[in-house]
């Protein structure tokens, strides 16, 4: 081979690797009733250092396989690999959620993204940007708000999202039933994604979005990190759930590859 020709290892090299996970630890916000995160030295094991850890599947940014909500539905070490790399479409709706905690992506948002970036592609993740820069649902800053062990406003803004008002209500933006059948009805997309703790609103008490796309054998991976440090469109995502036999989604470590 002569030595200027790329071979396939040079080609498959990105030029940059984005992490789009949030660090666990026992801090991280939880979805209300779920198992706390422990993370527990065992002592038995004098010459290496060994940690059990005990988690629920939907801990910190996770996927949710077609089990999760579809009975006889792929379990999480079901999902086939193909599907775990995907192209990254970023449809970002954080100027709506400023006065609407609740705002829903629609297939109008769909088809902005389409109008500049063009059709979404086949095998894509479909990730929504639910929260401006500053990490606050409403983009402000929270006097009131605890000291955080996380120096991590958007590990903060899941925080305050998973935190239900008055009425025991909480409040995030998610994909409409429209969006998400959209996606997986006239696209064909292996997953959708969002920053926020669910895909579905919430909100929600029917789970719309969770509905069509696990329905439609997909899958969804929640509590997104650093989105924003990505274009609208190009980058490709890797998604790597924990691969447990018959679990219903897990933890995931999800990296984004720019070329
Ligand atoms: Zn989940």
Known sequence: MHH?????????????????????????PLWPGDPLFRMRRIREA????VHELCFGEHTGTHVDAPLHCVPGGDAVDR???DDLLA????????????????ALATPADLAAWESLHGRIPDGALVALITRPARGRPDGKVNPEAPAQPHDDAEVHALTRSLTPDAAGIAH????????????????AV????????????????????????????????EMLAALR???????????????????????????????
């Open 4 to 28: 200027h020709t790329p071979t396939a290892a040079h080609a498959a090299r990105p030029r940059r690797i984005v992490d789009l996970t949030h660090t666990l630890d026992e801090d991280f």
């Open 190 to 221: 292996v997953a959708i994604g969002t920053d926020a703790p669910s895909i579905d609103c919430g909100a929600s008490t029917a789970f719309p979005a969770h509905h069509a796309v696990l329905g439609a054998g997909r899958y969804a991976v």
């Open 87 to 102: 192209p990254l479409v970023l449809v970002d709706i954080a100027d709506r959620t400023a006065s609407d905690p609740d």
């Open 229 to 259: 440090a990505l274009p609208p469109a190009g980058a490709t995502a890797v998604v790597a759930p924990l691969k447990h036999r018959g679990g219903s989604g897990g933890p995931a470590r999800v990296l984004a590859l720019l070329d």
């Open 79 to 81: 999902i086939r690999v």
């Open 172 to 187: 995030w933006p998610g994909f409409s039933r429209e969006a998400a059948e959209f996606l997986v009805q006239r696209r």
């Open 46 to 49: 004098p010459e290496f250092l």
